[in-house]
Nanobody, 118 residues
Framework: QVQLVESGGGLVQPGGSLRLSCAAS????????MGWYRQAPGKQREFVAL???????TYADSVKGRFTISRDNAKNTVYLHMASLKPEDTAVYYC????????????WGQGTQVTVSS
């Protein structure tokens, strides 16, 4: 059974930094796109960043220049380094990955809370 497990959320002051991690486990042949989404209270889930298997990255305009997505293929892990955090970055952050196991799965993590507040 393939699953994604996130870690690294927490409370940080405005202007601070956090790094989120998301590790895929189970019988995995390969992982194509890995990405991060977020959902603030009362709002729809929105795209944050993604990285392809050849490390091409795409970012939402709201996080460009502040967030960096990376991956470690040997560890089946994707990271999101968040810097210059703002209160409006407060949300539950979800990891997403297209995983090739016995078939292709579009997987989601359980979510990790990020709160930016003084």
């Amino acid at each position: 059974q393939v699953q994604l497990v996130e870690s690294g959320g927490g409370l940080v002051q405005p202007g601070g930094s956090l790094r989120l991690s998301c590790a895929a486990s189970g019988r995995i042949f390969s992982i194509n796109v890995m990405g991060w989404y977020r959902q603030a209270p009362g709002k729809q889930r929105e795209f944050v960043a993604l990285i392809t298997s050849d490390s091409t990255t795409t970012y939402a305009d709201s996080v460009k220049g502040r967030f960096t997505i990376s991956r470690d293929n040997a560890k089946n892990t994707v990271y999101l380094h968040m810097a210059s955090l703002k209160p409006e970055d407060t949300a539950v952050y979800y990891c997403n990955a297209v995983v090739h196991s016995d078939r292709y799965y579009d997987m989601w993590g359980q979510g990790t809370q990020v709160t930016v507040s003084s």
